[in-house]
């Protein structure tokens, strides 16, 4: 090994610019691999490290519809310092401009907030909200021009704005809100008069636990103490979980989309090491003619490429490592929570495992076939004609590719869907590994053409020693890739702005007071004549218990199982709602009045593990309400009308406190003067514009596509390197070719255009697979995952796979002009 060290490194110090086109490649992948995983570590790490601040205590009990009795303050008080937010939904009305906004109302007391600071922009009228002196959302100041000292209305209260929030310490752990917030002391809060029996809000005690109690002894307890109450219980490590899952989700589709990219880097690389093999043949003659054997022409040159895929690893990591310190400096804005700057070596470490392997992976097969032929055959043919490599490369390259698959499935946080991802993308490669045969096998068969520039290139497909088969892999699943984003992309756009709102109501009323119901039906009606009202009664609650285990006992909740996390809306009805069918089991009479009963999403049930039969157990205002599954629903969610998972019968919660909500679906001509005049009559009723709430969405589904593009540009750029690294690893042979053509009378335009026409017919080839191949993909993924119509942009579509073909064209013409200054002479004498 000494030997093979000392020659390694000194044919390394000559020829470093062979190995240039797999350095790029592993850089361009490894950087990928290691800035997704960093970023999403660090993201993490500050929601744990922040996680105090994000919950505003160290643990909290939160309960719908209800706040705490005096035995239960009590408790809490037993466990360390206490503090009471209540927050709801209310609109914040200006008077003298009659303009309105739905808001979130959040009532904090004195003890507020445990961690942290609340700070108010420079220009306050005071520290912090106290009676009718509020602090208000820079939003909300911005859409109805407030500013401190003006005032505004919500509920029967009259707020004076103090101040513009600065820093609300505890506003990540929100979760989505539908509006700006207002903090409001619980003197303000109380002059609102809409904390009412059966109004939506939530009451959160957030505590800072004395010296040497546990999160989990003080939840346990509360459990204990006060059972079936209903409370759901946070502690500071998973202040935010629906942010926490999100990061963790985002991270790692990205991550497979990066390790996507890798793999297309890896046909660079292999790319890259055979054109480079190809160049050294005289050397490993002359070792050969010396008395070096096959075992130490591999290692030497297997040293060379692990010296530099090393190198080109260290340069991707330290790109990865830095890349949360650049996005926090140039976007920090778009992250959920600041993250917490930090050297990660785990995903640096996947990522150069990954790297590494994937090197090897690709490198392996021209290393043995440099290895396998004789002095004799490399002076004659060069490396590309030498043969198959034998049994023992090729199961070590099946090891190799298992541990790259494992890898990327056993540190996955859903193995499932990474080995289903792995397998789509195993199965794409293979099927465009066969199209590269298939279209070397019809180039070869296909007649000859006339034109004899045309009868060139059609050859130069088929050829000994064409690339067609790598640049159709690699070419083709980076534009697959691309075709893919943009259909899904477009696909939701056009559902966003288009087909959606076609199919919404254009408001959703909510806490309609029951005995107000018919009085707010005649307001609509008058403002809005014909306008479609469709009203149903609304509760909130958590389910404590299915099948007769407990919520809080569960180990884990299954992902798709969502409605078994925190408060759910609750109803009910003696008719089938709108917009579903019974599937299972039956509907209860409508004079119905035994036992509780409840129908529930067939999905839900099916990701719960509910069947007919099974029993259920929500928290109604700390009263557990215990119901069997008489029958499961399928609900059309495409109405985006008020569909509830759970729907109860009648008799079961008519006796509790609600209120009404409603969808109202109206001209847009009408829709000011309904707001305003809703706005006016009853202060309690929050109106949700869905045009707003669809803004929200529309803006989050654009943050995650160019996330999700910004990933895929790295295959694309993997892509871009192997077809330089194809055209390379072709040069010797283009050059023989292009010195024969002018030697038998081509001009150099000639020859140029024999090299367009190829490009020119595979990039149209690419580029009808990749818009098939992508459109089916986006297809699925629009329709089955995101369960939305497919109404993707063709003309966006198919420009950008155009543009993709285009770009082959030109980069293969670029490649074709050193070709063209290849000198008769020296070639010849090498021929």
Not at 164 to 172: A, L, N, Y
Request: include cysteine.
């Amino acid at each position: 090994m000494s030997l093979v060290w000392r020659l390694a490194l000194r044919d390394l110090r000559g020829s470093r610019a062979g190995l240039r086109l797999l350095a790029v490649c592993l850089f361009l992948g490894v950087a990928a691999l290691a800035g997704i995983g960093s970023l999403s570590s660090a993201i993490l790490g500050g929601l744990s490290e922040r996680g105090q601040l994000i919950l505003g205590g160290d643990v909290q009990f939160e309960a719908a519809q209800r706040q705490a009795d005096p035995a239960e303050r009590a408790a809490f008080e037993k466990l360390g310092s206490v503090s009471e937010v209540v927050r709801m939904r209310a609109m914040a009305i200006r008077a003298d401009t009659g303009t309105s906004l739905l808001s979130e109302l959040k009532g904090v007391d004195k003890a507020y907030p445990l961690y942290g600071e609340l700070t108010l922009q420079k220009g306050a009228l005071g520290a912090r909200p106290t009676g009718n002196d509020v602090a208000i959302a820079e939003g909300l100041s911005d859409r109805l021009g407030l500013k401190p000292g003006d005032r505004f209305r919500m509920g029967e209260a009259d707020f004076r704005v103090m101040g513009i929030i600065g820093e609300e310490p505890d506003r990540s752990g929100s979760g989505f809100t539908y509006g700006p917030a207002v903090i409001a002391d619980m003197d303000g809060l109380a002059a609102t008069q809409l904390v009412q029996p059966g109004s939506l809000f939530s009451a959160s005690y957030r505590i800072r636990l004395k010296p040497g109690v546990t999160p989990e002894a003080a939840a346990q307890v509360i459990n204990t103490q006060f059972k079936g109450a209903g409370w759901e219980v946070r502690d500071r490590s998973n202040g935010a979980p629906g942010t926490r899952r999100f990061v963790e989700r985002l991270g790692q589709f990205l991550a497979l989309v990066g390790l996507t990219a890798l793999a297309v880097a890896g046909i660079g690389v292999g790319n890259g090491v055979a054109s480079w093999l190809e160049g050294k043949s005289g050397s490993i003659a002359i070792m050969k003619v010396l008395g070096a054997d096959s075992r130490t022409i591999f290692l030497v040159y297997l040293v060379q490429i692990v010296v530099v895929a090393a190198l080109a690893i260290v340069a991707g990591l330290t790109v990865g490592a830095l890349a949360p310190s650049m996005i926090v400096r140039f976007a920090g804005d778009v992250l959920p929570v600041p993250p917490r700057l930090d050297f990660y070596p785990i995903p640096l470490a996947l990522a150069a495992a990954n790297g590494l392997l994937i090197a090897l992976l690709f490198a392996l097969v021209p290393l043995a076939r440099a290895r396998a032929v004789t002095a004799a055959n490399l002076f004659r043919t060069g490396v590309e004609g030498s043969g198959r490599p034998g049994a023992r490369v090729l199961l070590a390259i099946i090891a190799i590719a298992g541990l790259i698959a494992a890898l990327a499935i056993l540190t996955a946080r859903e193995p499932f869907f990474a080995a289903m991802f792995v397998a789509s993308v195993l199965g794409l490669l293979l099927l465009l590994t066969l199209l590269g045969v298939a279209i070397r096998g019809l180039a070869a068969r296909l007649p000859h053409p006339k034109a004899p520039l045309a009868r060139l290139a059609v050859a130069n497909l088929h050829r000994p020693g064409a690339q067609t088969g790598r640049l159709v892999v690699a070419l083709g699943l980076g534009l697959t890739l691309f075709a893919t984003l943009a259909v899904i992309q477009t696909s939701l756009n056009s559902q966003i702005e288009s087909t959606i709102p076609k199919r919404a109501p254009s408001f959703f009323a909510l806490d309609i007071p029951k005995e107000d119901a018919p009085r707010f039906q005649a307001l609509v009606e008058k403002e809005a004549p014909g306008a479609d009202i469709q009203m149903v009664p609304n509760l909130r609650g958590p389910v404590v218990a299915i099948a007769g285990k407990r919520v809080a006992d569960m180990k884990e909740i299954p992902e798709e199982a969502w409605f078994l996390r925190g408060d759910r809306g609750l109803t009910f009805a003696a008719d089938i709602p709108p917009g579903s069918r019974v599937t299972q089991g039956t509907w209860w009479p409508k004079d119905y009045s035994g036992p509780p009963l409840v129908s529930i999403d067939q999905e839900a049930a099916q990701a719960a593990g509910l069947k007919i039969g099974d029993t259920m157990i929500v928290s109604v205002l700390g009263v557990e309400v215990e119901a069997r599954i008489a029958s499961m629903r399928e609900i059309n969610w495409d109405t985006l009308g008020f569909n509830y998972v759970l729907v109860f019968d009648p008799a079961s919660l008519t006796g509790a406190p609600y209120t009404y909500a409603a969808t109202l679906a109206m001209p847009l001509s009408r829709e000011t003067a309904v707001s305003r005049a809703v706005a006016g009559a009853f202060p309690a009723v929050s109106m949700v514009r869905i045009k707003d709430v669809i803004t929200q969405v529309s803006e989050l589904l654009n943050q995650l596509a160019t996330a999700i593009a910004i990933a895929g540009s790295v295959a694309i750029f993997a892509g871009i390197a192997v077809l330089i690294g194809a055209i390379s690893a072709a040069r010797r042979t283009r050059s023989y070719d292009a010195v024969l053509l002018k030697l038998l009378g081509a001009t150099r335009g000639q020859v140029l255009l024999v090299q367009a026409i190829e490009y020119a017919v595979l990039g149209f080839i690419l580029s009808a697979l990749a818009l098939g191949i992508g459109s089916a993909a986006g297809w699925y993924v629009t329709t089955r995952v995101f369960e939305l119509g497919w109404t993707p942009d063709w003309p966006v579509v198919i420009g950008t796979v155009a543009a993709g073909g285009l770009g082959t064209l030109v980069l293969g013409l670029l490649g074709a002009l050193p070709v063209l200054r290849a000198r008769p002479a020296a070639a010849l004498r090498t021929l």
